[in-house]
């Protein structure tokens, strides 16, 4: 375990000293090719700019106006039906679309149940097993300038859908064996 903590603090100053050494033993003008680098990086953001901007106006206006207040509610016949606390749901429909929007329902989830609680346990696995898909699909097309997604949405989702499930089945599991 000592060894491991050893390479660990090593890794960054090896990084540090070492890539500049590379390059310059490989005759690299690293200044020249991180402006370049820095360059396309901010032609890439100018290009993912607009879809991103979108996306953060949509989950503005959907967390702004309440409607997720109201999901909670509307969502508890199906929480009941599937065993699951309603929080657990909305959870799942935020995920998709905003990482901080989930993370300050996980944070209102932990602050009023509690990080050990099963609820907590599972709002934290939910949030580690899922993915911003959305967010991501708007993105990554939206910067390459594809407006056709085709089935790609649905895709992400249902794999939302899956990671969602899966934390659920590996929660009741644990909770079962006593861990």
Do not use: N
Not at 54 to 62: I, N, P, R
């Amino acid at each position: 375990m000592k060894a491991f903590v050893t390479f660990a603090q090593l890794v960054t100053p090896l990084f540090v000293v070492g890539i500049p050494l590379y390059a310059w033993f490989r005759r690299v003008d690293v200044y020249s090719v991180f402006l370049r680098g820095a360059g396309e990086g901010f032609r890439s953001l100018a290009r993912m700019a607009p879809a991103v901007l979108c996306m953060f106006t949509a989950v503005g206006l959907l967390s702004e106006s309440g409607a997720m207040d109201l999901a909670g509610p509307a969502l508890a016949p199906l929480a009941r039906a599937l065993d699951t606390p309603e929080d657990i749901l909305v959870l799942s429909l935020i995920r998709p679309l905003s990482g901080s929007g989930a993370l300050g329902l996980l944070a209102r989830i932990l602050s009023s149940k509690g990080p050990d609680s099963f609820e907590g346990i599972l709002a934290s696995t939910v949030q580690g097993s899922t993915d911003t898909a959305i967010y991501v699909v708007a993105l990554y097309f939206g910067s390459v300038g594809i407006a056709r997604t085709r089935h790609v949405p649905i895709v992400a989702l249902l794999a939302a859908a899956a990671g969602t499930a899966a934390a659920v089945v590996a929660c009741r599991l644990s909770a079962i064996s006593g861990f």
